[in-house]
């Protein structure tokens, strides 16, 4: 049974730091695609870093050069080092997971396409 369990969320003051950790169980972790994603109240679920099985990375613009998601197959854990945080990213955050058929490279990765979710880890971001 697949089971993602985020942690590392909390509050911070404007141009602060947090790391974000999703620890997986239950599948071949190496072979699957995974996304960090985030959802604010009263919006939809937005994608914003992915990483392929390959370590192909890929960010939503408003995050580029803030944030970077990468993962240790070791330790079956991915991760999103969060800087220069904005009262905007504030949102509860959800790791994905999908091993998309064995096509981990080429499938598309949007929030439809995640078969396994974590619990989500909120984030707040302060002025």
């Known amino acids: 049974q697949v089971q993602l369990v985020e942690s590392g969320g909390g509050s911070v003051q404007a141009g602060g730091s947090l790391r974000l950790s999703c620890a997986a169980s239950g599948y071949t972790y190496s072979s699957y695609c995974m996304g960090w994603f985030r959802q604010a109240p009263g919006k939809e679920r937005e994608r914003i870093a992915t990483i392929r099985s390959d370590g192909s990375t890929r960010y939503t613009d408003s995050v580029k050069g803030r944030f970077t998601i990468s993962k240790d197959n070791a330790k079956n854990t991915l991760y999103l080092d969060m800087n220069s945080l904005k009262p905007e990213d504030t949102a509860m955050y959800y790791c994905?997971?999908?091993?998309?058929?064995?096509?981990?490279?080429?499938?598309?990765?949007?929030?439809?396409?995640?078969?396994?979710w974590g619990q989500g880890t909120q984030v707040t971001v302060s002025s």
């Open positions: 994905a997971a999908d091993s998309f058929g064995g096509l981990c490279t080429i499938a598309s990765m949007w929030a439809d396409d995640f078969s396994y």
